[in-house]
Every structure is written in structure tokens, then in C-alpha cells.
């Protein structure tokens, strides 16, 4: 709710603000209604299953998407 999204706000800022680009706005948005949200939102459920050693498709997730990835932040 309301909590989770104030404290993910703050997250986000401090940790990539300390970087070289910066977050200025924040909005959550229903990913049913934006193909490009649905896409971000498949890559990054994508990354994730590719770090789940604990799951028998993990290494297909990194096959696929290994040619592809330019770069990776991992956060805490």
C-alpha cells in the first residue's frame, strides 16, 4: 500500500542517486494498461528467475538473456 510505496521511493532515490543519473519523479502504474511496463516488468521477473539458483530453469533464464544485458545493479 501507501507504506511500501513511500519506502520504495526513498530506496530507489538513495541508492541510484548516488550514481551518475538521478530519480526525480516515482509513479506506480497498473502494468495491464502499459505494454512498455509489461515488457520492463517481464525483463526484470526475467533476471530475477535467472538468480534463483534454486530453480531448475534458472539457467535457461541466463542463456537467454545474457547476449542482452548491458548492465546489472543488485540491491539490497
Aim: aromatic share 10%; net charge positive; proline share 0%.
Amino acid at each position: 500500500g501507501r507504506e511500501y510505496k513511500k519506502s520504495a521511493i526513498t530506496y530507489l532515490r538513495r541508492e541510484v542517486n548516488s550514481r551518475s543519473s538521478k530519480i526525480k519523479k516515482v509513479r506506480f502504474v497498473d502494468s495491464g494498461t502499459n505494454t512498455l511496463i509489461q515488457l520492463a516488468d517481464l525483463v526484470a521477473g526475467s533476471i530475477l528467475r535467472s538468480t534463483q539458483t534454486n530453480k531448475t530453469d534458472s539457467d535457461d533464464y541466463v542463456k537467454i538473456l545474457r547476449m542482452r544485458i548491458e548492465d546489472v545493479w543488485y540491491f539490497k
